[in-house]
């Protein structure tokens, strides 16, 4: 402890000097407590000093006692790094101390010099002073500004006293020399390493997404994509890499293995690194990632970076505008190739529907529940993902006042049974829909399948399907056809897939020149160009009928797999 702490002279006489917290000013009278120590030597006051101090941190406590209590934080801060608060608290001191350089008065009295001086190194003895109550006050009171939290952190508390010391002493330093040092605590100097890693700021981002991912019950599945880019983009950047030191340069090495990284690595090549899997795939001339994988891993790095960015722990993002190395060749309208006109009467020309048209009734014939007959022909007329028609309820089978058939798309469970299902899921908010049931998927007996469904007690469409992994009805019938019943139908060009019939409906639409609207309505594409909000409710079924009514496939007869004696069904 300093000789002189608390110890003042006036004329020769010491006295004893504090700030009162503000808690306790009312107690002592007022803001500082002075009182003569009645000597001129400085040992003596020493001795005496300590009497005092006594004194005043007793009369301190007794006030502290009959403070009210300050209300406990409702809840925690959460991903508060600590490289964030170190920048925080930088740009509290750099705010502060400009403002003081501001604020300087170089034509002080001598009187007013002195008390300034005096003030500010008493000051500056109570922040050092770990157990003074006035500096604890001061850091308390400066703690919300300088950090941005409400809560103790790590560490936060001493880089606050810190920062109001450097500030003080910067003071001192301007009425002694008419100017202020750069820093006096290399803390605040101008070159400060954040030792934050690039894995923390990942782990920061993840944390972020399930927390939104919670929030808007989005699907686990989407979560768990993600996390698998971001374990690869950590192991392509250095988990223990230092977030302010990827530069550049690392990011152009980064666009430059992932432009050489195999598809399905961990499924080829399991256990082994990225280094030894894009050898060990260009001798065995495997593929490489699509432009569209790699633009994924890219988006990751680019948005892991933008956190760190705003959690001031970088200044510059370098993966701000990264992309694949490579230019995309194909264009959006190619990229899911639809089937063709062709290949749609291949399929149900094939065998499994050849014998199904033999039967009365031909949908029938389907012995493994219905989804085999059912699943191409409601995405080929409804436009439906294999989702949304595997997890179909009977209670989704709907009619509007003018006696218009639809099938209800949505997430949510309806009717007294539906806590007996699975929950549904559909992929995004546009997905949840309104189709009207086309005319041929009527003729076909749809609805009468629905009827009989209804009769037997079920409450599925397809009782025989259950989710798998995340929900997903359609894992398995998804695979059969993928695997199975579209290859031996007909000859598949690359990118098509049970997907395919979907887009089939699509350009479908657009033959018959269906409004962006309609395509919005009855497909759940998102189109983000207009808005219908001028049009009415485009997603009433009583409108879009007349458009899913013209929805057909030139050259493809389908009346083979009409029941013999369809009935007439009305819900």
Known sequence: MSKTLHLIVRKGVYYYKRRVPSFAQEA???????????TRSLKEAEGKRALQDIMFHARV????????????PTSAETGILEAEVRARVREFVMMRDAKANDEFVSDYTEQERGDAIENIEIEIQNLATTDDPFGQELISRAYPTATGLTQPHPR???LVQRALIEIRNRKLDRIHHGYARPYFDPAFGPVLEHQTTFKQVADLYLKYDADEAEANNRRRHTSEKKAALVATVIEMIGGDTRVDAISFDTVKGFQ???????????????GKSIDQAIELARKANKARLSYLSQY??????????DLAVKKRIISHNFANDLKPLKADTVSDGDRRKPFSPDQIRQLFSGAFYLHCATLPVPYRGDTNGGWRFWLPLIMLFAGMRPNEVCQLRLADFKATKNGVQYIDVTSEESGDNADQLAQKSVKTRNSIRKVPVHPVLIKMGLLELVEDRRKAGDLQLFPTLAPKAYGNYATYPARRFNERFLPDAMELAEDQALYSLRHSFRDALRQIDAPNDTLRALGGWADHSETSSDYGDRTNPDYQSKWIDQ??????????????SPKSTVL
């Not at 002592?28 to 009645?38: A, I, K, P, R, T």
């Not at 406590?61 to 406990?72: G, K, L, S, V, Y």
């Not at 430059?256 to 499924?267: E, F, G, M, S």
Request: hydrophobic share 40%; net charge neutral.
């Open 61 to 72: 406590d007794a006030a502290r006692a009959n403070e009210q209590p300050t209300p406990a």
């Open 551 to 564: 929805v057909s496939y030139p050259g493809v007869d389908l009346t083979k797999l009409y029941p013999k």
């Open 156 to 158: 936060a508390a001493d």
């Open 28 to 38: 002592f009278g007022g803001g500082m407590y002075q009182v003569s120590l009645e």
């Open 296 to 305: 994924d891993y890219a988006s990751q790095l680019r948005l892991i970076l």
């Open 256 to 270: 430059l293995t992932l432009d050489r990284l195999p598809a399905n690595r961990n499924k080829l090549f399991p």
